[in-house]
């Protein structure tokens, strides 16, 4: 199974920008890039995802390496809102399965 | 957008007895998953219904069973409960087999 590498833990502090690593070095060309946050007690909310091309959204943008065996989740300005566990995983289309890491824990300081 | 509703919210059960968990998907999403979450851990996948018909499966015995209906409900059924099936099952719902999923808030089963 395609799998995900993250760092466990990562800090930054309210309004700058948050670069969030992802490897996924044995993704396949039928994998798409997910990312989701997770907030205690909650299931997880999807963030953005992506196949070859860079992606924005209103949540983040999703910077993928050209050879797709890493991507990077930014977070423009940081809010305390922001703080979750994130997720990278990989969505394979034929295969119908998702795999998740243990995802990095965000901590935003006022 | 009603977004996905899962039932019930905490159940506990007795080792060896079998739980059924129920999810309701938003209109139109095709493609249900559902996930187990132990604590501390990220959600690991158990299978994946597309048009009622699994199309993928995790690392999970065949006591890990589903179903997936037509009017965007589905089921997750363990058998055999064991201590270590305590965990938040989570139900994921998304249009097709390449767009976001909506997670519920999940199921917290505590089997003793």
């Known amino acids: 199974d395609a799998k995900t590498t993250q760092p466990n833990s990562m800090e930054s502090n309210e309004e700058e920008p948050v670069h969030l690593p992802c490897n996924h070095s044995t993704i396949s060309g039928t994998d798409y890039i997910h990312w989701y946050r997770q907030l205690p007690s909650q299931g997880p909310e999807y963030v953005i995802h992506?196949?070859?091309s860079n992606v924005n959204n209103r949540m983040a943008s999703l910077a993928i390496a050209e050879d797709r065996k890493s991507s990077t989740l930014i977070l423009h300005r940081a809010t305390l809102r922001d703080a979750a566990v994130y997720y990278c995983?990989?969505?394979?289309?034929?295969?119908?399965?998702?795999?998740f890491g243990d995802g990095t824990t965000l901590t935003v300081k006022p | 957008e009603t977004g996905v509703t899962q039932s019930p919210t905490h159940l506990i059960k007795t080792r060896g007895q079998q739980v059924t968990l129920r999810c309701s998907s938003q209109?139109?999403?095709?493609?249900v998953s559902w996930y187990q979450q132990a604590l501390g851990q990220g959600p690991q996948f158990i299978f994946q219904?597309?048009?009622?018909?699994?199309?993928g499966r995790g690392n999970f015995p065949p006591r890990f069973s589903g179903l997936q209906f037509p009017n965007y409900s589905s089921e997750l059924n363990v058998n055999a409960l064991e201590l270590d099936d305590s965990a938040l099952y989570l139900c994921?719902?998304?249009?097709?087999?390449?767009?976001?999923?909506?997670f519920g808030s999940g199921t917290r089963l505590t089997v003793v």
């Open positions: 209109s139109g999403h095709n493609t």
């Open positions: 995983i990989l969505r394979d289309d034929n295969a119908g399965k998702s795999t």
């Open positions: 994921a719902s998304s249009p097709d087999r390449i767009r976001g999923y909506t």
């Open positions: 219904y597309y048009r009622e018909e699994e199309n």
């Open positions: 992506g196949l070859t």
